[in-house]
């Protein structure tokens, strides 16, 4: 059994020259970063030895973009773990930040002006809410940040469970097949649907396909015009017919 760790530091000329190294090597492991893998697959890299990828950051959705379906003889897996101290560290941050006008009094500052009144509306922590989409590695550890401070905390996750430091949890699929039991309703139908309305309120196809992650076309199936939509194409279709026909 092989290993490979791979620098994220790659030059992109390089990236055809590492992937064909990769293949002949026969490495069974590659730990990188999952940008790294997927222009490795782009410039060819095979993946058919291939048995064990771990990503180096906590996000997938590159992948995505490099398989339009991953091998089923691999494994993904990622550093969601790891990161999630800083993260909370990240979030509190920004919110201590924002609600102290800390961007504003460092400009004020730049400037040379003083003027306290813009800045004496400030709310604490613990009279606020947060909602946190996602209760994993990462979601539990803002959650226990949050709490730390007195905050209400909030969960969306996708089935029914109890986590440690979330006052309310939502647990969104669950509840949905409570609701519309039997319809086969599951969150690919909001992928689907989302798509569709995207479509119907005009976002181009070009931004449909990369906001749903698509790699190819296969979005397009998905598309669907609503009955005013169909009669408004035929009118403007029919307007545009030569005069012989009308």
């Known amino acids: 059994m092989s290993l490979l760790i791979l620098d994220f530091r790659i030059d992109p000329s390089e990236y055809s020259k590492l992937a064909k190294l990769i293949d002949e090597s026969k490495a069974d492991i590659i730990i990188t970063f999952h940008s790294t ?6 410039r060819g890299l095979s993946c058919d030895h291939l048995r064990w990828f771990q990503s180096c950051s906590a996000g ?6 490099a398989f339009q379906k ?12 790891g990161f999630g101290e800083l993260m909370a560290e990240y979030v509190l941050g920004q919110i201590i930040s ?3 006008y800390f961007p504003q009094m460092a400009e004020y500052q730049r400037q040379k002006v003083w003027s306290r009144s813009k800045f004496i ?22 959650a226990a940040a949050c709490k ?49 309305w995207a479509f ?24 669907e015009s609503n009955l005013d939509q169909k009669f408004a194409n035929m009118y403007q279709f029919g307007r545009r017919l030569p005069s012989a026909f009308s």
Not at 70 to 81: A, K
């Open 200 to 223: 119907q309120q005009g976002l181009q196809g070009e931004l449909i396909q990369e906001l749903g992650f698509w790699k190819s076309n296969a979005y397009l199936r998905y598309l």
């Open 37 to 42: 893998l997927r222009n490795l697959v782009q």
């Open 70 to 81: 991953p091998p089923e003889h691999m494994v993904f897996t990622r550093m969601g773990e």
């Open 98 to 100: 924002r609600e102290h």
């Open 148 to 196: 730390a401070f007195g905050m209400t905390v909030r969960g969306l996750c996708r089935t029914k469970k109890r986590l440690p430091n979330f006052d309310v949890l939502f647990w969104f699929l669950s509840r949905l097949r409570k609701i519309l039991p039997g319809e086969g309703i599951t969150g690919h139908s909001f992928r689907r649907g989302g798509a569709t």
């Open 60 to 65: 997938i959705d590159q992948l995505f973009r």
């Open 121 to 142: 509306q400030k709310r604490s922590l613990s009279t606020m809410t947060i909602g946190i989409l996602g209760t994993g590695a990462i979601g539990s550890k803002i």
